[in-house]
Structure formats: C-alpha cells, structure tokens
C-alpha cells in the first residue's frame, strides 16, 4: 500500500482536507522528504500553468498520482446530478480536460463532491438518473484514456446522496455503470455500521482509499483502530494508495508529520506493505 498525502495546485480554501496548498516548488519535495509515495491531486485548471509543471516535478520526486479531485468544480456549483440541464453541460464540459489530465498523471477521477445533492422536490430515482446521465457523457473519453471514475462515499452533513459505502457500492452493482469506489474512513465512521465489515462487502469495487482518523486528522491524532483497518485492508488484498486527506490541524506541519509517522511504524511492523494495485 502507498501512503500518500492531499496537494491542492491552486491556493485551496482554508476549511479544505488538504494539507499542502499551491506552491509545488516548496510542497512536492517536502512532501517526499517526508516518506509520502504519492499524492491526490486537487485541480483546478487542468491548463494552467502549475497543472503544466506538476507532472515532471511529481515524477522528478517519485510521487505517484493516485487520483485526481475535481472539487473546484463543486465550488463554482457545478454538479453531475443538478436539476439544471445547463449546470449538467457545463460540468461535462469541464470535466473532460480533468479526465485527459489524469490520463497523462496516469491517476483516476473522484465523484465525490461534484456528485451533487438532491433538491426539496427531488426524488432519489430522479436524482440517481441525472447523475447517470451525466456520467454516461464523460465515461467513453474516459474509457478511451484508460481513467477509472470513482465514486467516493460522503457522510449526510456534507451531501445527501449515497452517503454510505455499501449503498454506493450497491448503486454501481444496480446501474451496472462501470464505476468503482473511493472509501474515505472518516466518511465510513460517520455513516457505516462497521468500517472492516463495509471494506469487505466492497472489496471487489475498492480503487482507492482516504486513510484518516476519527477527527479527519493523521492516524493516531483519533480514536479509530487505523492498525485494524490496514489489516483489514490486507486481508481484502488492496494494494492501492492510503491518502491521507486530512483537515490541516493544528497546522499542516504536525498533521503530515504525524500521519508519516504513522506510516513508517506500520511499514516497520509489517502491516502496511508496498505493492500498488495493477
């Protein structure tokens, strides 16, 4: 598994779960002297200039891409499953580019936030079919490219749909929309009964996983068994990235510190391994 950490490109906002922000020059090398293998990379503008460079720095420091977030788009309040036919345009549109940059990161796609949440007069059927939609339109661009999409599992305060890990997983099984999933355990703590139980009822669907504590902060900083969910993790045979997208508290400093820590013992006790998925 690859223990990994969040860099937005563009300067994120001060309540985002991202622990290194806009200035890659600085961030990348620090984030691999701190032992971090890869990174999830926020995007806001797949031309921009500092999208431009990113690649050859990341890979000049060995930093993997395990996925591509395009939260931003969420931010100018565009989303897959909108009641606006013209949000659902411009949200394909933008997305396209995003999906040709990941391909070249050689990275998946989030459908987190961008999902969207339903209306007063929404039904979850109308809701679900509109997302559908949408993603039917950027899935053979993405397909071509070889860019999986993910659906990431986000708890009831932050969205209103699928916000449970085994009902996203069911929603793809039903759909038979070739998705697959991003768990994050601070989400599962909120809204699944048990977190090993939910990796294992999704095992076959998993790509990617946010590894957090109980508090969105670096393993340790809470209360969940973070040794018990890697060995969970292990037993399903994930072999993917561990990002930690955690809230920068107290500072972004302490909480990269404490999650490499983290991470270095487990590698020393044999638990965390260090084969990535094929």
Excluded: W
């Excluded at 987190?112 to 929404?122: A, C, F, P, Q, T």
């Excluded at 955690?246 to 490499?260: I, M, N, R, S, V």
């Amino acid at each position: 598994m690859t223990p990994s950490v969040s860099l937005s490109l563009f300067d994120a906002p001060e309540k985002a779960p991202v622990l290194f922000s806009d200035n890659i020059e600085k961030n990348i090398p620090h984030i691999a002297e701190l032992g971090y293998r890869g990174v999830d990379l926020f995007v806001e503008n797949p031309s921009a200039e500092v999208s431009i460079k990113a690649p050859a720095l990341l890979e000049a420091y060995g930093l993997e891409v395990g996925v591509v977030m395009p939260a931003a788009l969420a931010g100018k309040g565009l989303y897959f499953g909108d009641e606006d036919p013209s949000v659902r345009d411009q949200i394909v549109k933008e997305s396209l580019p995003i999906i040709e940059y990941a391909a070249e990161l050689g990275a998946m796609v989030s459908l987190g936030l961008v999902r969207g949440s339903m209306g007063k007069e929404d039904t979850p059927e109308k809701f679900m079919g509109r997302f559908s939609d949408s993603i039917l339109r950027i899935l053979p661009r993405a397909q071509e490219l070889g860019v999986d999409l993910l659906i990431e599992p986000i708890n009831r305060y932050e969205i209103n749909t699928l916000n449970g890990s085994n009902e996203a997983y069911d929603f793809i099984e039903e759909s038979g929309l070739p998705l697959y999933l991003m768990l994050d355990t601070f989400h599962m703590n909120i809204e699944d009964v048990s977190i090993d139980e939910s990796f294992r009822y999704c095992r076959e669907r998993v790509r990617h996983v946010h590894f957090l504590d109980s508090n969105r902060l670096a393993p340790g900083m809470g209360h969940l068994d973070m040794i018990g969910i890697l060995k969970t993790l292990h037993e399903i045979g994930y072999t993917g990235h561990l990002c930690l997208e955690a809230l920068p508290k107290p500072d972004f400093e302490t909480c990269a510190q404490k999650g490499a820590e983290f991470f270095r013992k487990a590698a020393a006790a044999g638990v965390l391994g260090n084969k990535k998925r094929s």
